[in-house]
């Protein structure tokens, strides 16, 4: 049973239910003729005015991740993020000449089939107006808690009209661009057949839910983008240590702890600090201090139970044993753990993090691998940001970036250029072949 929230511009609040794919596969294919010849400006225009409408609205933005979606969705950061896939945004629109009678067009695949993770609800949203700025048709599947939150944001996509070269385009064409459903993710018949309905496939997930979609069948043409588990911790060098800054580094590193409970894979788990003047455990006090100061703006309200109790078996090894250390609060507000294994850990989320000391911030270029997302910093060098990101990026990181903008979406995407992933590059040929 596959039950459907939204489809051909319309949401439904309690769904509808479909048996089989046919119908929302024939409506999303009609669908996609309109959105496939509207100027990519005409998407911009629309796309500006929305974040526009998200940022006006209270309620919306109490959503974790809409205030930055709002900004992320601009005009000026589209044409960016467009001109860095596709270098002329006319590709999307026309065939472009490149060479004496060559020519070059980015036309869209399709239909993009999209398997969402839980852990972050606008995670829905970027999926989605990805497939959009390349003009394809979507299919959603995303997780039944949130569903109501997806919604929401995309009900202000509604009714926004925008004037390019004197045609008037609508939203309504991109929301009828963009399908909801739910349905068991153990239920394998459904799950291929929505496989099978993808030109692209994009997965974000853990691993075994990767695993799981990226054996489904599907076209030989299929494109796939994997979004699979990754990891993400922060370094900060001598200099930012012994700095002026060093409170404003621990609090930008404070937020990108807190945001997303800490389950995103941008989410720093451990924090790695230079050898300094200043002590682990001085470090220690200035974040617990820290923590204190956010968790009265941003109280710890909402600890899974599984989470709760990782946290204290934590904080009991840490406390009992004479190689470890650790500062917490009374309650599980937030914990620090101290140690010096040179090590990643394994996240326990909550607010927790882990903090161990290095002589040099290249000891931590061992530790990489393929599966680390991103690594936070705070450095005051720029030879030195350049060699250690030039370092770690060769070992597998996908994304350098300060601390404070770790859980920002940005392009490139581990270590893709989305966009142009979810185009087929077209050519016409014809050299000396035309009259004129």
């Excluded at 459907?4 to 511009?9: A, H, T």
């Excluded at 507000?333 to 996240?347: A, F, G, H, R």
Aim: proline share 3%; glycine share 6%.
């Amino acid at each position: 049973m596959i039950k459907c929230y939204m489809l051909d511009g319309q949401f439904y609040e309690d769904g509808i239910v479909f048996e089989e794919f046919d119908q929302i596969s024939g409506i999303l294919k009609l669908n996609n003729k309109k959105i496939a010849s509207m100027p990519i400006e005409a998407l911009m225009f629309i796309m500006d005015k929305y974040s526009k409408r998200l940022s006006s609205n209270k309620d919306i933005l109490r959503i974790e991740g809409v205030p930055y979606l709002s900004f992320y969705l601009k005009k000026n950061n589209i044409n960016k993020l467009l001109r860095m896939n596709f270098d002329n945004t006319r590709f999307l629109d026309d065939f472009i000449e490149i060479d004496e009678e060559k020519y070059l067009k980015a036309q869209p695949r399709g239909t993009i089939c999209h398997w969402i993770a839980g852990n972050v609800p606008t995670l829905s949203i970027y999926s989605a107006f990805h497939g959009i700025l390349s003009k394809n048709a979507n299919l959603l599947r995303i997780p039944q808690n949130s569903i109501v939150q997806v919604i929401d944001i995309l009900k202000l996509l509604d009714d926004i009209e925008v004037q390019v070269e004197g045609n008037v385009y609508s939203s309504k064409d991109l929301l009828k661009n963009i399908c909801i459903v739910y349905f068991e993710s153990e239920n394998k018949d459904v799950n291929s057949s929505m496989s099978l309905l993808g030109d692209g496939r994009i997965v974000w997930g853990g691993e075994e839910a990767v695993n799981a979609i990226t054996t489904l069948p599907k076209k030989t043409t299929c494109k796939d983008l994997i979004f699979g588990p990754k990891y993400s911790f922060a370094v900060f060098d001598k200099e930012a240590l012994e700095g002026q800054e060093i409170d404003k580094y621990l609090e930008n590193l404070v937020m990108d702890i807190i945001a997303f409970d800490q389950k995103a894979c941008s989410s720093p788990q451990v924090l790695f600090v230079e050898k300094s003047t200043m002590s682990i455990d001085m470090i220690a006090k200035k974040l617990a201090c820290i923590f204190q100061k956010i968790n009265r703006r941003y109280p710890n309200n909402n600890l899974e139970q599984y989470v709760s109790a990782k946290i204290i078996n934590k904080r009991g090894e840490y406390g009992l044993s004479l190689e470890k250390s650790l500062y917490c609060s009374k309650g599980l507000d937030y914990t620090i753990l101290l140690d010096d294994q040179i090590k990643l850990e394994e996240p326990v989320q909550g607010r927790t993090i882990f903090l161990k000391e290095v002589s040099s911030v290249f000891d931590v270029v061992n530790l990489i691998t393929p599966r680390i997302q991103c690594v936070g910093i705070a450095f005051k060098n720029t030879n030195k940001t350049l060699e250690f990101s030039d370092e770690i990026t060769k070992m597998g990181v996908d994304r350098v970036t300060k601390v404070g903008y770790m859980n920002l979406y940005d392009f490139p995407w581990d270590g893709s250029l989305v966009l142009n992933e979810l185009v087929r590059w077209c050519s016409i040929n014809v050299k000396g072949m035309l009259d004129s």
